[in-house]
């Protein structure tokens, strides 16, 4: 059901082009779960210029960062509710460890990463974080997030379209993946028990 949701929030948004990608990348940032990527990586494949893929960027990075602060403005006014409601226990539990051990390097961290960074902005809005520090991170975050796509992409654009093609790429890839995103994995699972031993000591 949920890949069906994000298969037509994509599909409506890439016939409107930058303004698609500008209400994508604002409504994920806030409450929806389209990833804003859906569209940059297609978009800045088939970009004309560097100043197309740069404008690409640019729209996604602070089109999410006003979403966010829309998540900001949710968490700020309904409070820890909403992220009990929506989030399991154990995502609350990690966030607010983030929070709490990391403060605005943590919305850096969730904004470049896979973490979800709606519920991060949403806890930010209920711990009532620096709104200014909460941007900074932020713009910084979801920078190199689309910058590194528009980078790699618009460089190596026609390799990585061949490489994709080629079966021993998916596997070479699949597996580059797993080393990289494994202790990304094993951060995220072990951070509560992290900041509680901390506490305790």
Known sequence: MLEGVVSSII?????????????V????AAFQPAPPDL???????????????????LV???????GAVGGYGIGAYA????????????????LDALMIRYGSAGIFLAAVSP???KA????????????????????????????MEGIVLGIWGDEFLSLIENPLAWLVGGLLGLLLILPLIGWW?????????????
């Open 60 to 66: 996604a990075t602070l089109s999410s960062v006003v």
């Open 11 to 23: 599909d409506w948004a890439g016939e409107w082009g930058l303004l698609g990608l500008a209400v």
């Open 189 to 201: 699972t072990g951070l509560a028990e992290a900041v509680d031993s901390e506490n305790d000591s």
């Open 120 to 147: 991060l902005a949403w806890a930010a809005g209920a711990g009532r974080m620096d709104l200014r520090l909460f941007i900074a991170a932020g713009l910084f975050g979801r920078g190199i997030r689309f910058g």
């Open 79 to 94: 409070g820890r509710p909403i992220l009990e409601r929506f989030a399991s226990d154990a995502t609350v539990t990690r």
């Open 39 to 57: 569209l940059v990586i297609p978009m800045v494949l088939g970009a004309d210029s560097s100043l197309d893929i740069l404008a690409i960027v």
């Open 25 to 28: 990348s604002a409504s994920e």
């Open 115 to 117: 973490i979800p960074y």
